[in-house]
């Protein structure tokens, strides 16, 4: 599902810009220690834990070869027995930070960049699957319209086709009717002109006799 999918990309997103973050937050936890350092305010506890931060952040964002020659500078530090950091160990080491925060600023950046095309990618993409529905639905909405206007037509057409054999059967009946009215008037027509002829026979006969006298 496409919704599930920008979801899921989302939601790595967030997670990995929280870790840029966080590593961020840690080189800031270490230009504050390396002060501290030089001051001789700061222990080997703090040391380790700065480093440990870094390279637990390091291995979470899956650069640990952006981390290298910092974390090998403070591996460096925490050899020497007194933990002092003179004025070049510290700009040597401020430096490797200001690259490393340079780095991870520009990856966020980029990642950034990415989610941002991501998400205008999944809009269009969405809009187009939107108007594609859209295009569905009306297209139904028209096949649909089309089924009925044809079923109107078929019922029109069943009714007509209803009427027309009513009306045959109608008509069949007259003629039927017209037939045997006529058949019954040639019957009496011959029984008639039979019984004229013989009434006719009769009177020729009766005449005959008559004339005889």
């Given at each position: 599902?496409?919704?599930?999918?920008?979801?899921?990309?989302?939601?790595?997103?967030?997670?990995?810009?929280?870790?840029?973050?966080?590593?961020?937050?840690?080189?800031?936890?270490?230009?504050?220690?390396?002060?501290?350092?030089y001051?001789?305010?700061?222990?080997?506890?703090?040391?380790?834990?700065?480093?440990t931060?870094?390279?637990?952040?390091?291995?979470?964002?899956?650069?640990t070869?952006?981390?290298?020659?910092?974390?090998?500078?403070?591996?460096?530090?925490?050899q020497?027995?007194?933990?002092?950091?003179?004025?070049?160990?510290?700009?040597?080491?401020?430096?490797?930070f200001?690259?490393?925060?340079?780095?991870?600023?520009?990856?966020?950046?980029?990642?950034?960049?990415?989610?941002?095309?991501?998400?205008?990618?999944?809009?269009?993409?969405?809009?187009?699957?939107?108007?594609?529905?859209?295009?569905?639905?009306?297209?139904?909405?028209?096949?649909?319209?089309?089924?009925?206007?044809?079923e109107?037509?078929?019922?029109?057409?069943?009714?007509?086709?209803?009427?027309?054999?009513?009306?045959?059967?109608?008509?069949?009946n007259?003629?039927?009717?017209?037939?045997?009215?006529?058949?019954?008037?040639?019957?009496?027509?011959?029984?008639?002109?039979?019984?004229?002829?013989?009434?006719?026979?009769?009177?020729?006969?009766?005449?005959?006799?008559?004339?005889?006298?």
């Amino acid at each position: 599902d496409l919704e599930e999918q920008r979801a899921a990309a989302n939601a790595v997103y967030k997670r990995r810009n929280a870790e840029y973050n966080e590593a961020l937050n840690t080189i800031s936890e270490g230009h504050h220690m390396l002060q501290e350092l030089y001051t001789g305010s700061a222990s080997l506890i703090d040391l380790n834990r700065v480093a440990t931060k870094m390279f637990k952040g390091a291995v979470n964002l899956r650069v640990t070869h952006h981390y290298v020659a910092v974390i090998g500078a403070l591996a460096q530090i925490a050899q020497k027995a007194d933990l002092l950091v003179d004025a070049n160990i510290l700009n040597r080491v401020e430096e490797l930070f200001k690259r490393l925060q340079e780095t991870l600023a520009q990856a966020i950046q980029e990642e950034d960049n990415a989610e941002a095309e991501a998400v205008e990618s999944f809009s269009t993409s969405r809009q187009k699957l939107q108007d594609q529905l859209d295009g569905l639905k009306i297209a139904e909405k028209s096949l649909r319209e089309n089924i009925s206007n044809y079923e109107q037509i078929i019922v029109k057409a069943n009714n007509i086709i209803a009427q027309a054999t009513t009306k045959r059967e109608r008509n069949q009946n007259l003629l039927n009717s017209a037939d045997q009215l006529c058949s019954t008037f040639e019957s009496e027509y011959k029984i008639a002109n039979e019984q004229r002829k013989e009434e006719l026979a009769l009177l020729s006969k009766l005449r005959g006799i008559v004339e005889k006298k």
